[in-house]
């Protein structure tokens, strides 16, 4: 199973920024895919995943009404949308799934993880 996720970069505040993750190595029917990230000197957190079946999402609540997780238009792609982006964004953004219907906001609880994109929100 491999992620590999990409679109990070340079936002500036408010302004929006779409990150994508390719997924490749078994089907994901059964599988919830998350984002998380990590800003310098902090730990890892959730920021949101969707159950790959019924694309039912879950969001932290940092981001709840500015980011969007869904489906890529290409084949086994997940995007994270972000809107109206704050310093607070700037952090490596990682893609993962998890072998569960469910979701986790707990890194410990997925299987797979890509490498990171960083997001750095600028004024």
């Known amino acids: 199973v491999q992620l590999q996720a990409s679109g990070g970069g340079l936002v500036q505040i408010g302004g929006s920024l779409r990150l994508s993750c390719a997924v490749s190595g078994r089907t994901f029917n059964y599988y919830t895919m998350g984002w998380f990230r990590q800003a310098p000197g902090k730990e890892r957190e959730f920021v949101a995943a969707?159950?790959?079946?019924?694309?039912?999402?879950y969001y932290a609540d940092s981001v709840k009404g500015r980011f969007t997780i869904s489906r890529g238009t290409a084949e086994n792609t997940v995007n994270l949308q972000m809107h109206s982006v704050k310093p607070e964004d700037t952090a490596v953004y990682y893609c993962?799934?998890?072998?569960?219907?469910?979701?986790?906001?707990?890194?410990?609880?997925?299987?797979?993880w890509g490498q990171g994109t960083l997001v750095t929100v600028s004024s």
């Open positions: 993962t799934a998890r072998s569960s219907v469910t979701s986790s906001m707990s890194p410990s609880d997925y299987n797979y």
């Open positions: 969707m159950y790959w079946a019924s694309a039912r999402t």
